[in-house]
């Protein structure tokens, strides 16, 4: 690493994070990829926030925008044929988009790292898990070889990979794939960032090693005070390590709350559509509820709520108006705090 990128990040004194601020806030962010049949906007002013210790997770269909959103916070979008046409992603309080190459090359993996959803795509299958962990030292903090494997082997303990000494020098193909999503985990922890954006974590996994990484996740980011984005399009993932939750569908934020509330009290009928298609033991026998439809073609998002086709509470105004995203209140007028939902009918969903 160079001088430049070693010194270029300097976290702004008044949004620094230590006073309980957000690590990052996404504000109306908009990201549009310039095809041959048109301009998909794939996200659409999205605003999230996340603190330190605390997970958000961004939940949504195949092609809402979740992964996006990511890339482009970790600024790993391809440019062109992807373009931020407007919008701020501001880490400590210094917006990442006005930053340089190198000064956002300084932050990926110190300060935000990512979890990716295919580990074994993501992992070099020609070198060994310990050459590839280590790279992280020797690159970062000019660790020797010698070092750099010790701190490779720490890592696999610390994310508790059996017989670590004995494995380090294996090759991805070797570890099951609980095991390789472990080595990303640890890859992502190698520079103790502050902040880690985990995608689809447990896609491809079997139920019991998907509670494994999650609880794994959630006790290291307890031990790290680190704030978490969690993506993903399974509720049943979250609902015992996330904070609050951003529901989001043909690249907006159709609703947020937290976590507990969401799961009682839903306030948009995608929320509702996405919790009443979860398995559930006493419905046992009876055909499982799925949302009528298919997600939008971007290229061709519908008027309105883009939601309203497959909406059964959709109405005139929402094949014409465009729903703003706002705060939910209780039948008194009561403010629901973290909550909002870009709905027409919230009420009717939220109190029905």
């Known amino acids: 690493m160079t001088t430049t990128e070693q010194t270029a990040f300097v976290p702004s004194p008044r949004e620094d994070g230590a006073d309980g601020g957000p690590l990052l806030e996404v504000r109306d962010l908009h990201v549009e990829f310039h095809t041959r049949d048109g301009i998909v906007r794939a996200v659409n002013g999205v605003n999230y926030s996340v603190s330190a210790g605390e997970t958000l997770a961004v939940l949504g269909e195949s092609g809402s925008g979740k992964s996006v959103t990511a890339q482009a916070i970790m600024g790993i979008l391809d440019m062109p044929p992807a373009k931020i046409p407007q919008g701020e992603i501001r880490f400590r309080g210094q917006d990442m988009l006005k930053m340089s190459a190198d000064e956002r090359r ?16 993501s992992l070099n299958p020609v070198l060994t898990v310990g050459y ?32 670590a000494a004995a494995r380090v020098d294996d090759y991805p193909h070797q570890f099951s794939g609980g095991m390789r999503q472990r080595i990303m985990i640890a890859m992502a922890l190698a520079l103790e960032p502050d902040l880690i954006i985990a995608d689809e974590p447990t896609t491809a996994l079997d139920v019991t090693v998907q ?30 390590v996330a904070d609050k939750i951003a529901v989001m569908y043909a690249g907006r934020i159709v609703e947020q709350a937290p976590v507990h509330e969401l799961y009682k009290r839903p306030a948009h009928p995608y929320t509702r559509g996405l919790l009443d298609s979860i398995p559930r033991l006493d419905q046992k026998g009876q055909e499982l509820y799925a949302i009528q439809g298919l997600p939008p073609n971007l290229l061709r998002v519908p008027s309105g709520c883009a939601f309203n086709p497959r909406c059964p509470k959709a109405q005139d105004i929402c094949r014409t108006d465009v729903p703003a995203l706002v705060g939910v209140t209780e039948q008194d007028g009561t403010g629901l705090e973290g909550r909002r939902s870009a709905c027409h009918f919230w009420k009717e969903t939220l109190h029905g």
Do not use: C, W
């Open 106 to 121: 300084a932050l990926r993996g110190a300060k935000i790292a990512m979890i990716f959803q295919d580990a074994l795509s």
């Open 132 to 163: 590839q962990l280590g790279e992280m030292f020797r690159v970062h903090q000019g660790l020797s070889k010698k070092e750099a494997r010790a701190k490779s082997i720490e890592l696999m303990d610390r994310v508790k990979i059996p017989a």
């Open 211 to 240: 509670a494994q990484v999650m609880d794994l996740l959630a006790e290291l980011q307890r031990e790290y005070n680190m704030g978490l984005i969690l993506i993903t399009h399974d509720l049943g993932v979250v609902a015992d």
